[in-house]
C-alpha cells in the first residue's frame, strides 16, 4: 500500500479535456444546469436508468424500442416528439420509479461521449443535488479523478465550475492537486457558497439568465441545493445507474 | 453616436480563443509569467521595439538578419545561442534603449499568432506593470475587446486569469459584458488584489512554483505590481511598437 495521493484535475470546459489523462481516472460529468441534476434526481426518485442520447431523433426512436419515457429541451420548450422536459420537478417518484428515462441534453452528453471515446476509467454523473454522494465515492476510490465541466457550447459556465470548487473543496486532503483550474474554482465556490443562487445572480451568470427568461427561478434553486438527491449516476453500457 | 457598448470577453486559454469573434475586437494578449510583463518593461525602457518569435532558431536568425538582442528561456536557463533570458530585470534602460529585442517565448506567441491568423482588428500586449495604459486604452476606443490569456500549454493558469480581472474590474462600466469567465476573473482578482503574491503562494500556482523552483521570487513579484511600466504595446508588421 503506497501513501502517495491520486490526482485531481479539473477540466472547466470540453474543448480542455484533452489536456488531462483520463484513462486510469474517473471522469465526473458536470452539467448543473440541468441535466446532471435531473438524472441524479431521477435515479433517486427510483428510476431504473437514465440513457442520455445526444440528439431528439435518438431519443425518440430510442423512447419507442425499450418503451422508455423521452425527455428533452430545445431553447426552454420540450422538444417536439418527446413527452417530457429537462426539469427535475418532472421525476417525482410516483411518475419515474421503475421507468427508464431517455434524455437527450447537448453540452453534457456531448462531454460525456468525449470521455468514453478517450478512454475514461470511469464515468459518473455529478450536481449539487448528490454532491456528497459524489465526494465519498471519490474519497473512498482512491484513483485519479477528472472534473469535467459541461459548459455552454465549451464557454466556461460557472455553476458547473462552482459545482467543481465545492467537490474539491470537500476532498481536497485525499489528493494530489496541481492544478490552477481546480484552484480557482475552489476559490469561486468560497466566495459563492454562502448563497450559491444570490451569487449566480449578482454575477449575471449566462445560465442562469438563460433559465430565468424561460421563468425557471424554482428550477435553478433546487439544482444548486446540496445533496437533496445524493445517489452514485455511474455509466454501464449505455446507462446511467445507481451503483 | 451610439449609446451601446462594446462587448467584452475573456478566453482563459489559447483553446478557447476560436469560441470568440476576433475580426473586429481589439485582442490583448496575456502572458504575465514573463513574456508581457518583459515586453511592457523593454519597450517603456526605450526598445525600439519587441519582436516576438515562436522558435529559439527564429530568434537566432533573426538576431543575426537585423543585429537585434536575441533572449529567450527554456527550462529557466538561458536556451543555448541565446543572448538573454525572460526576466524584465535583464532589460533596463542604460541596456536596452533604443534597441531591437528578439523575443522568443512559447505560449505567448503561440496566441499572438493565433489571433493574427483569426484576423484580430488589433492585437495589443497588456500585464500588471502596464495595467493602467491598457485600461485607459480599451476605455478611450470603444470597440469589442477579447482578453486572450496564454496560460500553460493550453491549461488555464491563475495569474493570467487575474490580470484579465484587473482589466474588467477597471473597464467594465464602459464594455457590455455576458461572459461567465470575465465574471470568473474578476471574481478571482477581487479575492486576490489585497496581495497578489500571497495569493498565488496561497493557490500554490503552478507557475509560481515552477518559477520559485527557479529561485525568481523578485521577478514574480515584480510581474505582479501594477504600473510600475505603463506603457501600449501595439502589434504592427510583425512587431510591438509603443503607440
Not at 470540453?14 to 474517473?26: E, F, G, M, S
Not at 435518438?58 to 423521452?70: A, P, S, V
Amino acid at each position: 500500500m503506497t501513501n502517495s495521493k491520486p490526482t485531481l484535475y479539473t477540466a472547466l470546459s470540453p474543448a480542455l479535456l484533452h489536456l488531462y489523462d483520463v484513462n486510469h481516472a474517473i471522469v465526473v460529468i458536470i452539467d448543473v444546469l440541468r441535466a446532471t441534476s435531473t438524472i441524479a434526481t431521477a435515479l433517486r426518485n427510483g428510476a431504473k436508468c437514465v440513457i442520455p442520447v445526444d440528439s431528439v431523433a435518438k431519443c425518440i426512436e430510442l423512447g419507442r424500442q425499450i418503451d422508455g419515457i423521452t425527455a428533452g429541451e430545445r431553447d426552454g420548450l420540450i422538444a417536439e416528439g418527446l413527452e417530457h422536459g429537462n426539469s427535475p420537478f418532472e421525476y417525482p417518484r410516483e411518475f419515474i420509479h421503475n421507468k427508464t428515462l431517455v434524455l437527450t441534453t447537448t453540452n453534457g452528453t456531448k462531454l460525456l461521449h468525449m470521455a468514453l471515446d478517450r478512454g475514461a476509467g470511469q464515468i459518473i454523473t455529478g450536481s449539487f443535488p448528490n454532491l456528497g454522494s459524489i465526494c465519498q465515492y471519490l474519497i473512498d476510490q482512491h484513483q485519479p479523478v477528472v472534473l469535467g465541466c459541461a459548459a455552454w457550447k465549451d464557454r466556461i459556465n460557472l455553476e458547473d465550475m462552482l459545482f467543481a470548487g465545492a467537490v474539491i473543496n470537500q476532498v481536497k486532503a485525499h489528493f494530489s492537486i496541481n492544478c490552477d483550474s481546480s484552484q480557482l474554482a475552489e476559490t469561486a465556490y468560497l466566495d459563492a457558497k454562502g448563497d450559491l443562487y444570490e451569487f449566480m445572480k449578482a454575477k449575471n451568470a449566462s445560465h442562469y439568465h438563460r433559465l430565468m427568461g424561460y421563468g425557471l427561478e424554482k428550477d435553478i434553486r433546487y439544482c444548486l441545493t446540496p445533496d437533496v438527491a445524493n445517489v452514485l449516476p455511474v455509466y454501464e453500457n449505455g446507462k446511467l445507474i445507481v451503483l
